[in-house]
Nanobody, 126 residues
Framework: HVQLVESGGGSVQAGGSLTLSCAAS??????????MAWFRQAPGKEREGVAAKCTGVGVTYNDDSVKDRFTIEDNANYAVDLQMNSLKPEDTGMYYCAIYPRGLEIQTVIARRVGYWGQGTQVTVS
């Protein structure tokens, strides 16, 4: 049974930094779940991809506004961090971590909730 646990959310002032962490357990050996990614959902808005890291593919930043400010990196096997710098009020939202197979469009992952998802961690920037 795959589970994801997110941590690191909180409230910061604009210009500040936060690091979100996500760890997956129960994936087993030889898992097909090769991508770990962060998504976010602002109040009243659709969920959107932020950044993904896929084994054998590399890193993808899905939102141009975060490319120079956010960094996704491995923390351990089946664990990733999202380092967020120069935070802006528009970065406010619930941040979700997910693990899913490679080869899928990010919108498909979101729409069909492919793979396994965490419960989310709130980030508030004021």
């Amino acid at each position: 049974h795959v589970q994801l646990v997110e941590s690191g959310g909180g409230s910061v002032q604009a210009g500040g930094s936060l690091t979100l962490s996500c760890a997956a357990s129960g994936t087993g050996d030889g898992s097909e779940l090769k991508c770990m990614a962060w998504f976010r959902q602002a109040p009243g808005k659709e969920r959107e991809g932020v950044a993904a890291k896929c084994t054998g593919v590399g890193v993808t930043y899905n939102d141009d506004s975060v490319k120079d400010r956010f960094t996704i990196e491995d923390n351990a096997n089946y664990a990733v961090d999202l380092q967020m710098n120069s935070l802006k009020p528009e970065d406010t939202g619930m941040y979700y971590c997910a693990i899913y197979p490679r080869g899928l469009e990010i919108q498909t992952v979101i729409a069909r909730r492919v793979g396994y998802w965490g419960q989310g961690t709130q980030v508030t920037v004021s």
